[in-house]
């Protein structure tokens, strides 16, 4: 079993930055992808960003240019550094892996961009 647990989240005020953090423990081997998803209120979760095994990365297209995803693949921590944060970056942001063709989510850390 893997287990995922996030932190870094809170309030900031638009145009801020916050760092999330998210630290995999448990049976892990050889990780596919790991990364972050959001979900709004009233809205469906939807991806942000991923980095890939062989050291690549996705994000989707409202947040390029925004936000970074790292990894440290020594302590398999993974990491979204969000800037030019909007009001519409508010959601619950959760951690996501993907393993041997299972998938693992966190509890998730709200973050709140206030205009």
């Known amino acids: 079993q893997v287990q995922l647990v996030e932190s870094g989240g809170g309030l900031v005020q638009a145009g801020g930055s916050l760092r999330l953090s998210c630290a995999a423990s448990?049976?892990?081997?050889?990780?596919?992808?790991m990364g972050w998803y959001r979900q709004a209120p009233g809205k469906q979760r939807e991806f942000v960003a991923v980095t890939e095994r062989g050291g690549g990365s996705k994000y989707a297209d409202s947040v390029k240019g925004r936000f970074t995803v790292s990894r440290d693949n020594a302590n398999n921590i993974v990491y979204l550094q969000m800037n030019m944060l909007k009001p519409g970056d508010t959601a619950v942001y959760y951690c996501?892996?993907?393993?041997?063709?299972?998938?693992?989510w966190g509890q998730g850390t709200q973050v709140t961009v206030s205009s």
């Open positions: 448990g049976f892990i081997f050889s990780i596919d992808l």
């Open positions: 996501n892996l993907i393993q041997n063709l299972k998938e693992y």
